[in-house]
């Protein structure tokens, strides 16, 4: 029996206080494959409710009874790895490979990092007379978004977990399915009643109403930039903790002494992964002004091997981007980027040659782009790049620092001491020196509009916790 039209309150599936569904369209067809229902704050008020009756007894559980329950969470999500991918690959149409190797593995690596990080984790110190200790900060909404589902449910409700919160989430209702997999694993891997909740809806309908309830006393949110602010303007009036990791748009220096043939073509691939829609893509290519030809000759048979297409084939290493919505204005992005005068090197408006339904995208690279042009400036969240000269090191660092985001950088030289130096001036959460291996220990979040807060490991732990300060404890 399917629970995609249920929600998870208090350790049972139940239906919404209001009937009302939504249908849920696989962006390679563009046609329903299922609905969910959605809730509104009458859902989070019973949802919320179950959280804070269980966060009284759950917060005063040991590490080492909530150390037990996440490794009964990884051996279960083990169990339901192939059933997570396909509900990855239907609801954002990512080819299967890349949903099983990239999508799923990342809850998987979270759950692993979590777990190794909190094995070590201290939740008190003694200084002097005053005994400091980290307590779980409460009761906690989980907002996240549609590009890497698990990844961002995973890397919020386990170290909540870790921390001894109670949660509720509100998946994206653009991709669900996987969230509600992950609420079956939760109940089949014994989690206790109440200590995680899951609602779907809208962000209006049900996120705000978690931001804005009395009862939460923390918002963890994931999304655009103009979304958290808006979560951030309704968590004010109840002055609750808000972590945010928004929007980006990254530079991906490559310096004169890098390999080229393999800075660029890395890069090319490192923006179109996942379609594009990673917050953290390097979505400008920075390249010395006398090898700007080069690197656009380059790029351009890179974009051009991309295999676009029908998700469940083995050939295809490029899907469509999630929704009609998206793929909108990302055609208007294109239409901008060659109205402003950059040069069109491969792609362009349309769907690509052979393709007439599914929100797919021709894998785009545009060269000669300047700094202030749209395509520059704006996140576009598609398989679609920029490459901008400069003239020096300076040049560079101050065209990858002029933008109001700060997820991510990148850097790329084979002297490992100059990538050094370059990224110490990088105004990111974080930055990568000649692409290496993703790493879930590593801290993630955002500088300027890019957000606050970090997640990952011990850091996303920290997030969730409170610090007291016992003064005199040592007599």
Known sequence: MSNHENFYINGEWVSPAKPQTLDVINPATEEPFTRISVGSAADVDKAVAAAKAAYETF???????????????????????????????????????????????????????????????????????????????GVCALITPWNWPLNQIVCKVAPAIAAGCTVVLKPSEIAPISGIVFAEVMHAAGVPKGVFNLVNGTGPDVGQVMASHPDVDMVSFTGSTRAGVIVAKAAADTVKRVAQELGGKSANIILPDADFETAVTKGVR?????????????????????????????????????????P????????????????????????????????????GPGRPDGLNRGYYIRPTVFGNVTPDMTI??????????????????????????????????????????????????????SVYLNYPAWDTMASFGGYKQSGNGREYADFGIHDFLEIKSVVGYGG
């Open 312 to 347: 469940n084939s083995e050939e295809t290493n490029l899907g469509p981007v999630v929704s009609q919505l998206q793929f909108d204005k990302i055609q208007r992005l294109i239409e901008v980027g060659i109205s402003e005068g950059a040069t069109l090197v491969t792609g």
């Open 59 to 137: 917060s005063r559980t040991s590490p080492a009874e909530r150390l037990a329950l996440l490794k009964r969470v990884l051996e279960v999500y083990l169990d339901r790895f192939e059933d997570i991918a396909q509900a990855v690959s239907a609801e954002m149409g990512a080819p299967l490979s890349f949903a099983r190797d990239a999508q799923a593995w990342a809850g998987r690596g979270h759950l692993e990092s979590t777990i190794k990080a909190f094995e070590t984790y201290s939740f008190s110190e003694t200084r002097g007379t005053t005994m400091v200790v980290k307590e779980p900060i």
């Open 376 to 429: 520059a400036r704006e996140e576009i969240f598609g398989p679609v790049l920029s490459i901008i000269s400069y003239e020096d090191e300076e040049d560079a660092i101050r065209i990858a620092n002029d933008t109001v985001y700060g997820l991510a950088a990148y850097v790329q030289s084979q002297d490992i001491d100059r990538a050094r130096r370059v990224a110490a001036r990088m105004r990111a959460g």
């Open 270 to 310: 490192g923006c179109f992964s996942n379609t594009g829609q990673s917050c953290d893509a390097p979505t400008r290519m920075l390249v010395p002004k006398d090898r700007h030809d080069e690197a656009l000759a380059i790029a351009k048979a890179v974009a051009e091997a991309f295999r676009t297409g029908d």
